[in-house]
T-cell receptor
Framework: TQLLEQSPQFLSIQEGENLTVYCNSS?????LQWYRQEPGEGPVLLVT?????EVKKLKRLTFQFGDARKDSSLHITAAQPGDTGLYLC???????????FGKGTSLLVTP | DVKVTQSSRYLVKRTGEKVFLECVQD?????MFWYRQDPGLGLRLIYF???????EKGDIPEGYSVSREKKERFSLILESASTNQTSMYLC??????????????????FGPGTRLTVL
């Protein structure tokens, strides 16, 4: 199993602050995905990064794929309470069908 | 709007009972998955299916079995429930990556989860 390590595990910040979440592996991935899971719901895909060095923006969220395609980061600018949730990174497993997930970063943004 | 539904949001069962968790998707997806999610352990793959009547073991298949008789439905079966199977169970589906993206992960669409408690 190709392991994905996420850090930090927990993050509690005030509204308006910036933050970065990391996803690291010793394995090379053809692509990495980021999902967000809100309490009581299943994860929902935010983005897929494919090319080494790629940067994708989704409003206040910026996703980067490392040059070597072993790591990724998620940066949130001016966090809002609506950003609260569990952020999961995932990469395609050796099966070619299933995903390996990191353990997630639980983010709490308070007003 | 794409949809993955799970038969129950909450379920309480007794040790030794046979438990069925049902998942239905309306997107005509080839692939379906069952995960369990536990605090500190993340999402772990139990079983997946890439076609009707086909199944593959994931990382933690022990104590579970699955059934996929129709394309839209994927069932998870706990033959004899135990307390260590108390968990959140998540079903997901995806389509097979296209010819150009054979090594790329396709979007997985998740159901809302079933929180199972085994007493």
């Amino acid at each position: 199993t190709q392991l994905l390590e996420q850090s930090p595990q927990f993050l509690s910040i005030q509204e308006g602050e910036n933050l970065t979440v990391y996803c690291n592996s010793s394995s090379v991935f053809s692509s990495l995905q980021w999902y967000r899971q809100e309490p009581g719901e299943g994860p929902v895909l935010l983005v897929t990064v494919v090319t080494g060095g790629e940067v994708k923006k989704l409003k206040r969220l910026t996703f980067q794929f490392g040059d070597a395609r072993k790591d990724s980061s998620l940066h949130i600018t001016a966090a809002q309470p609506g950003d609260t949730g569990l952020y999961l990174c995932a990469g395609l497993s050796n099966s070619g069908y299933a995903l390996n997930f990191g353990k997630g970063t639980s983010l709490l943004v308070t007003p | 709007d794409v949809k993955v539904t799970q038969s129950s949001r909450y379920l309480v069962k007794r040790t030794g009972e046979k438990v069925f968790l049902e998942c239905v998707q309306d997107m005509d997806h080839e692939n379906m998955f069952w995960y369990r999610q536990d605090p500190g352990l993340g999402l772990r793959l139990i079983y997946f299916s890439y076609d009707v009547k086909m199944k593959e073991k994931g990382d933690i298949p022990e104590g579970y079995s699955v059934s996929r008789e129709k394309k839209e439905r994927f069932s998870l079966i706990l033959e004899s429930a135990s307390t260590n199977q108390t968990s959140m169970y998540l079903c997901a589906s995806s389509s097979t990556p296209g010819l150009a993206g054979g090594s790329l992960a396709d979007t997985q669409y998740f159901g809302p989860g079933t929180r199972l408690t085994v007493l």
